[in-house]
């Protein structure tokens, strides 16, 4: 996987979320504030701009100048926490990239969502999303199936997780004032982390 | 002086609470504000609160108090272990502690302990 993966990578994360927008904020409005899905496809609008106009020449690169736009312009959580997901990934990521080293990269990613929103998988977040993707992602590339494969399953990993937050109480984040009206409703954050697994793995290789 | 800085997702809140921190701990606590977005919303900027940083730090450590939400994140990623730190605190009574304490010339240490009994403290 070079530069331009990477980089299609995140113009199909910008397509999805421009597309499914009114969707994530319909989500946020039910349990948030109603603006998740404009902040994220501002941010990352600004994610493939800057990608433009600074044109990275490596993954770590892509990585790094994506978290740096998510963080400084998306004004809610999911800036920091996307940002420091792919900051970590880019950090964590060895070149040449080998499908072993993006998921474990990608686990790292995690792993520092985690931490910083000390979020556990069941609190109603986008870990309820990311952490089985992760989980997916590093046994398909254990079981040595193809790359295209062990993507899709990560995707399909994610969007369970994210519909599986649907009965859950939040515990994390805005949604958890609402207690137990938080019930029967997806976490817009656990949403959008679907849609990032989804571009992966509609990436043209 | 142990430096304090307020983030909050509102810009007057973030200011009103450095205001009245100062009116009780003296105006020459480095209390600085960083509330809001850089185009006046409401949210957190991570490029304010690492101004406010530089503006507060006058080289004994910071100590950010952030209100919820992406305060709390964006506080966060600009944490550096025994120099910049992250107080989990009520704001208001935290603010008022930690300036008073700063105020008081304790280190980053009794500075952060002070915005932390904050927490336990019965206003009845």
């Known amino acids: 996987m070079d530069t331009d993966f990477f980089l299609a990578w995140f113009a199909g994360m910008a397509e999805l979320i421009r597309l499914r927008r009114d969707h994530l904020t319909e989500l946020d409005a039910a349990i948030g504030d109603a603006d998740h899905g404009t902040n994220l496809d501002r941010g990352f609008a600004e994610v493939r701009q800057a990608l433009a106009e600074w044109p990275p020449t490596s993954p770590e690169q892509v990585l790094l100048s994506a978290s740096n736009t998510l963080i400084r312009r998306v004004g809610g959580a999911s800036g920091p926490l996307y940002g420091t997901a792919f900051r970590q990934m880019g950090k964590a990521l060895d070149a040449p990239v080998t499908p072993a080293g993006f998921?474990?990269?990608?686990?790292?990613?995690?792993?520092?969502?985690?931490r910083l929103g000390k979020?556990?998988?069941g609190d109603k977040t986008m870990l309820d999303a990311l952490a089985p993707a992760s989980r997916a992602l590093t046994q398909a590339v254990q079981e040595g199936v193809e790359v295209r494969e062990a993507f899709e399953r990560a995707a399909r990993a994610a969007e369970e997780g994210a519909l599986a937050t649907i009965p859950l109480l939040a515990r994390k984040g805005r949604a958890s004032y609402l207690g137990e009206r938080s019930i029967g409703h997806e976490d817009p954050g656990a949403a959008s982390s679907a849609l990032i697994m989804a571009a992966l793995a509609s990436v043209e290789s | 002086m142990v430096g304090v800085v307020l983030v909050s997702h509102s810009a007057g809140l973030a200011e009103e609470a450095v205001a009245l921190a100062r009116g009780i701990a003296g105006e020459r606590v480095p209390i600085v504000a960083a509330g809001g977005t850089e185009d006046g919303g409401l949210g957190a900027s991570v490029d304010l609160i690492e101004r406010a940083v530089r503006d507060a730090d006058q080289g004994d450590g910071v100590v950010l108090i952030p209100d919820l939400g992406s305060s709390v994140l964006t506080a966060r990623l600009l944490e550096v272990p025994g120099r910049i730190v992250l107080a989990d605190v009520p704001f208001v009574e935290g603010a008022v502690s930690a300036a008073v304490a700063s105020g008081g010339g304790l280190p980053l240490a009794g500075v952060l302990a002070a915005a932390e009994e904050a927490r336990g403290h019965r206003k009845l």
Request: aromatic share 6%; charged share 15%.
């Open chain 1, 119 to 121: 979020a556990a998988p």
């Open chain 1, 103 to 114: 998921a474990a990269a990608f686990e790292a990613g995690v792993r520092a969502v985690a």
